[in-house]
């Protein structure tokens, strides 16, 4: 008789997971679940003492994980983070490219420095810290997932959301993780995005306090925003072993709010 069990777990015991942006918002929940599912979480963000408190409130749940500063536009300094990290929980094979930097800005008001900072923290910090995983991982033939944060303002835009800046990061975050996925899918790295639509998070909050939220929400066929644990299922697919056949894919996790 053939084997009707599924092929399919979500077991993470005994992975190093690396979570961007971990001090707030969707990084939190991120690192929780992963957590929870057995990942030893490596917690990369600035706020160190927001990162204590999340690594204290994981291990509160039975889970491990632990503060590594460092500023995602610093790439000088990834590879003493990802020593540090190897040094505590082994070789990274879990990355989840979460740090992300909003403009709130038209195009014509924005000044160089602002441009700059949005995509250092958007598209090279993201790109350069994956090749430097990447490189690890290669070096001691282990596998690995990526996993990198989009968002469905790189799909769709409207001309009064001031977010140009963001949206074409983000749209270039998607060709980054098409192009990273075949260019490692030979040494069994797999690349995948997830791309929210709008989400509850410290990045939104401000938005949603300067404009009337139910008239943001009135336009979605279910007239609300997400929670960062509608994006568990996404993830964990994506980082599980489950996803081995799967590379270079968008999963946009948005509640049909851009269908209308």
């Avoid at 968002?151 to 977010?163: G, R």
Wanted: hydrophobic content about 45%; some cysteine.
């Amino acid at each position: 008789m053939s084997n009707h069990k599924p092929d399919f777990s979500i077991d993470l015991s005994g992975q190093t997971a690396l979570v961007t942006g971990a001090s707030s918002g969707l990084g939190v929940r991120f690192a929780q679940v992963l957590a929870y599912q057995g990942a030893n979480v490596a917690l990369i963000g600035r706020r160190v003492e927001r990162l204590r408190e999340v690594a204290q409130d994981i291990a509160t749940a039975g889970g491990r994980a632990e503060p590594f500063v460092l500023d995602i536009r610093d790439v000088e300094a990834m590879d003493l983070a990802l020593d540090a990290i190897e040094n505590t929980f082994g070789t990274v094979s879990i990355l989840i490219n979460n740090a992300g930097m909003p403009d709130g800005m038209y195009a014509t008001k924005m000044p160089p420095g602002v441009v700059d900072q949005v995509l250092e923290t958007n598209l090279r910090g993201p790109f350069t810290l994956a090749g430097r995983v990447a490189q690890r991982l290669m070096a001691c033939g282990m596998p690995g997932r990526i996993v990198n944060v989009a968002s469905m303002l790189a799909f769709d835009y409207a001309a009064n959301s001031a977010a140009s800046l963001y949206s074409i990061s983000k749209s270039a975050v998607i060709r980054m993780t098409e192009v990273l996925a075949l260019e490692w899918a030979s040494r069994n790295i797999n690349v995948n995005a997830i791309a929210p639509g709008l989400f509850e998070s410290e990045m939104t909050t401000g938005m949603l306090e300067r404009v009337d939220e139910a008239a943001v929400t009135r336009t979605f066929p279910r007239g609300r925003i997400g929670q960062p644990a509608h994006l568990d299922g996404a993830l964990l697919f994506l980082v599980s072993p489950s996803s081995s056949f799967v590379t270079g894919t968008v999963v946009k996790v948005d509640d049909g709010q851009s269908n209308r």
